[in-house]
């Protein structure tokens, strides 16, 4: 859930690097730090969009306070 | 003249007998005519003039009769209406008291969609600057439908197979009748206060106009236009673009469609992420590679104290295999020198000249050679020396040769003699 919500924002960083460390600017010991940052990034990021177990629910708003109730086997 | 009957009306006595007779010889009718000086009235009721070119008739449509109107009548608006004619006796008009209207040529329905649709522009409901930015992946998504429609199912297979990782959050609307309108605005609202979702998807399976009608109604359109959260409208129609559509952040012809969407985009991403990987590989490749070959030109130039120490030996060996060469060299020349200084000297030699036939006399006890006959005397002893052996003879008599005087002189100075001789030596 919480590479969801990072999921922009690492990809974001990710592009940055790859733009970084391709420049050829930066040290060795710099390049190898933004490469391996730039490949958990991006396994990160795959491994999000490859999960495969969602939820469907359904939303229901009883005296103001919302509840999620599963759906029908049918529809999930 | 005025006859027997002489009965006086009050004013209000003749306007009830005109409303009777009015009501029992027209009653209710159909009217057709133009709107003319149209106003609502704060308390909801609407009054207007009807006209042709030849007449002009008042009309009230009270706000009981005017509440469920899908269209707002104006000015110059040719209608057909339904009522009965009236006398409004406070001020002595007759007038029509509309039950329903309806617009001439076109359906109700299509005009009231133009109207709000032209009022909701103005407003800036359709602005494209006010189209919110969909977000780069929904991992969660409202939909907004009816929970047994085709709509919802054709969208949560279609995620199933091709995004797995979505997760689907169902707010169930009825979606045609008097109630959807209502129950799909507040379901919109609802999904934005509940928060915890990317995207909204308003939905519903195909369907004629009439169906989709409550696509059209304001308060959906409003809704969505207020949305926080970005809404695509899917809604499977054929012809007509809604006013939902119109104010939606994007809006596609079917349900389907806005599933595949999503798939779409997350296939997308895979795809960039993938991209991007293999730059990351790329570039630390190419670096990694240069220094490598940076390296090894560094090693290169950097020799080790050892093969310094190779190097200088060889050209050690190189310099001695050089001097041995030239000393050699240098040796043979020499050699080949003192064999011609050598063999001259043997040319020079007196030894050699004794071999040809001279012979070499001195006085016994004196080592000078005797070159003039005027050294001896008579009786002298004189070793004559040979080419092979020597003898001792005694001096008899001293012949004086003057033909010859000159002879020992030339000798004397030697070198043109010995040249001589050694010029007959080269002879042979």
């Known amino acids: ?76 | 003249m005025p006859k027997e009957s002489k009965h006086i009306y009050s004013v209000s006595e003749i306007t009830q007998k005109i409303k009777s007779l009015l009501e029992e010889h027209i009653g209710e009718i159909w009217l057709e005519g133009e709107i003319s000086n149209f106003k609502a009235a704060s308390s909801g009721h609407f009054y207007f003039s009807l006209k042709d070119p030849g007449a002009v008739i008042l009309a009230a449509m009270f706000a009981y009769a005017n509440r469920g109107l899908k269209f707002k009548p104006e000015d110059g608006l040719k209608v057909i209406c339904f009522g009965k004619v009236d006398v409004y006796g406070p001020r002595g008009q007759y007038q029509i008291i509309v039950e329903r209207i309806e617009p001439k040529g076109v359906g109700a329905r299509q005009l009231a969609f133009e109207q709000l649709k032209k009022k909701l522009a103005s407003e800036g409901l359709f602005d494209p600057g006010h189209k919110r930015r969909l977000p780069l992946m929904p991992f969660r998504v409202g939909i907004v439908t009816s929970s047994k429609g085709a709509a919802v199912r054709d969208i949560l297979q279609i995620l199933k197979n091709g995004a797995p990782l979505v997760d689907v959050v169902i707010s169930p609307v009825r979606v045609q009748g008097d109630q959807a309108a209502g129950e799909i605005a507040a379901a919109v609202d609802e999904l934005n206060e509940f928060g915890k979702i990317d995207l909204i998807i308003v939905s519903r399976g195909g369907g004629s106009a009439e169906d989709l009608w409550a696509f059209n109604e304001e308060i959906v359109v409003r809704a969505i236009y207020n949305s926080r959260l970005p809404v695509i409208s899917a809604l499977g129609h054929q012809i007509n673009t809604t006013l939902a559509d119109l104010a939606a952040d994007v809006f596609v012809e079917t349900p389907s469609a806005a599933a595949k969407a999503i798939v779409d985009k997350k296939n997308s991403l895979l795809a960039e992420l993938a991209g991007l990987k293999h730059e990351l590989d790329f570039s630390i490749n190419g670096i990694i590679g240069r220094l490598k070959n940076s390296l090894v030109a560094l090693a290169h130039a950097l020799k080790s104290p050892r093969d310094r120490l190779l190097e200088k030996q060889q050209q050690l060996d190189e310099l001695r295999a050089n001097l041995n060469y030239n000393l050699r060299h240098y040796l043979e020349m020499a050699r080949e020198r003192s064999a011609s200084v050598i063999s001259r000297l043997g040319v020079l030699s007196p030894l050699a000249i004794l071999s040809r036939g001279y012979s070499l006399s001195m006085i016994v006890g004196q080592d000078a050679v005797i070159k003039d006959a005027q050294q001896l005397k008579p009786g002298d002893k004189v070793k004559t020396v040979l080419h092979k052996g020597s003898f001792i003879s005694l001096v008899q008599e001293i012949v004086s040769d003057p033909k010859r005087k000159l002879f020992p002189c030339q000798a004397g100075k030697g070198t043109g003699v010995i040249k001589s001789i050694a010029g007959g030596s080269n002879e042979r």
């Open chain 1, 1 to 76: 859930m919480k590479d969801k919500e990072n999921f922009e924002d690492d990809l974001k960083k990710l592009q940055k690097i790859v733009e970084e460390l391709s420049s050829g600017k930066l040290t060795l010991g710099e390049s190898l730090k933004k490469y391996e940052e730039g490949i958990r990034l991006s396994q990160g990021c795959s491994q999000v969009l490859g999960e495969a177990q969602r939820k469907v629910e359904l939303l229901m708003k009883k005296d103001g306070k919302f509840s999620l109730e599963k759906a029908d086997e049918d529809l999930a």
